[in-house]
């Protein structure tokens, strides 16, 4: 009970939640565990069905694409007070990049297939869930075509 | 003809030797100059630019790098993406290179005063934005948080590492950096720089923002500031433009109603925003 308590008030504190009902606050935490990664620990890889989303509280995490052959290659960097996985909320529910862990990281875990029951029995829950994860969502395509034109590489002139 | 169009000493080439050239990434390099006639430098402000010439070569516009209030030598930070500036690339100390200017708009550090400074590059835009980083840092109780946002394409793409890292060490500073892209040796942040912006460490109903890089990073560095709250007649942005004469007469740099060179390449966004989104001016 305690435990729940708590994971209750890290639910509140935490700013990818800030001001939800206290119902919808104790609903989530009823799908959600504290847990730890460890310094260089993959914490979810390429291809692996999407069981959780985590809410980071401390540490610091890579998404990274691996290719044979290849270093790992960084494209995203995300801290505590952020939101890591979305591939949870979208059929087929398999992650498509890696998660590492590059310090220790605490967060808040979110069963998924627990969560989508709610969001589906609840569609005020879900609502709230979509309306947090869409801007996240927006913000990583915006990021990623602005990564994708290589803005900073040196300068082609176009033919015409 | 305008006054600076007038002046006669702002058509004619200076002789200056080069003092030092410092390699600063694969393609970026500093230049160190000393006027070859022993007499004093022209003073310049943040954000201003001088026209460097390879003598046979030809005449390119480059930002000063360097601290408006040092005494030293006139620095230019340049990137070898021509024959001109890969000439330059090749000079040694004691070559000789003409030097007109300094000319245009500056980044408005005295207006900014009271206010908290948010300091955005990107690549070697960093470069025009040094000297108004060192001005504020010189003044730094003029101005309330100063805020340095950096974003390079790779960690060796990153630009004045050595100095971005002692002024991350200063206490009244806030210094971020990110890449677009890395391995896993690099321990830093990873994504846009736009991502540093939303991550405040400033007054946003208090700030100026002053912007240089790519005009696509320097768009949506400027919708992230609007997001937060900074008013956009308090952003302002240096504009890269074909400049040949400097002074306004030969339209090469036309941009819209404004001529880069004259009337830039420090501009305030509201100025400017609407020809930003033309393809070609």
Request: charged residues 25%; contains cysteine; glycine residues 10%.
């Amino acid at each position: 009970m305690g435990d729940i308590v708590r994971i209750h008030q890290m639910l509140g504190e935490h700013p990818f939640l800030g001001e939800l009902p206290e119902s919808v606050l104790e609903t989530l935490a009823g799908c959600a565990s504290n847990c730890m990664f460890a310094a260089d620990s993959i914490i979810f890889r390429d291809g692996q069905p999407a069981q959780h989303f985590y809410l980071l509280r401390y540490g610091t995490v890579s998404l990274e694409i691996r290719s044979p052959g290849r270093e790992a290659l960084l494209i995203d960097t995300l801290y505590d007070g952020d939101v890591l996985g979305w591939s949870w909320l979208l059929p087929p529910y398999r992650w498509n990049m890696d998660a590492h862990a590059m310090t220790v990281v605490r967060a808040l875990a979110f069963d998924a297939a627990c969560l989508r029951s709610k969001a589906e029995a609840d569609p005020a829950l879900g609502y709230e869930l979509y309306r947090r994860f869409v801007p996240v969502m927006g913000r990583r395509l915006m990021a990623a075509r602005m990564q994708l034109a290589d803005l900073y590489a040196r300068p082609v002139k176009a033919c015409r | 003809m305008s006054t600076a169009a007038a002046d006669p000493g702002l058509w004619l080439p200076r002789p200056y030797r080069v003092s030092r050239c410092k390699r600063e990434l694969s393609d970026t390099f500093t230049l160190e100059l000393l006027p070859a006639d022993g007499e004093a430098m022209p003073a310049f402000r943040p954000g201003q630019f001088n026209m460097l010439y390879a003598f046979g070569l030809g005449e390119v516009p480059i930002s000063i790098s360097g601290d408006p209030d040092a005494i030293g030598p006139l620095v230019h930070t340049i990137r070898a993406v021509g024959p001109v500036t890969e000439a330059m690339r090749a000079l040694q100390p004691a070559d000789e290179i003409g030097v007109r200017g300094p000319f245009g708009s500056h980044w408005p550090v005295a207006d900014a005063e009271g206010m908290d400074l948010v300091i955005v590059a990107g690549g070697v835009g960093l470069a025009p934005l040094r000297p108004a980083i060192y001005h504020a840092l010189r003044h730094r109780r003029r101005y309330g948080r100063v805020c340095v946002f950096y974003g390079a394409r790779t960690p060796d793409d990153i630009l004045f590492k050595t100095e971005l890292k002692r002024w991350r060490g200063e206490f009244d500073m806030l210094v971020e950096v990110t890449v677009d892209r890395a391995t896993r040796d690099w321990a830093g942040k990873v994504g846009v720089v736009t991502r540093l912006v939303e991550g405040g460490g400033y007054d946003p109903l208090h700030t100026v923002a002053l912007m240089c890089g790519p005009e696509v990073m320097m768009r949506y560095t400027s919708r992230a500031l609007e997001a937060r709250g900074v008013a956009r007649e308090r952003m302002y942005l240096s504009l890269e433009r074909n400049m040949k004469c400097a002074v306004g007469l030969c339209g090469h740099c036309q941009f819209g109603p404004h001529f880069v060179c004259k009337d830039g390449p420090v501009f305030r966004l509201d100025a400017i925003e609407s020809l930003l989104a033309v393809d070609e001016l």
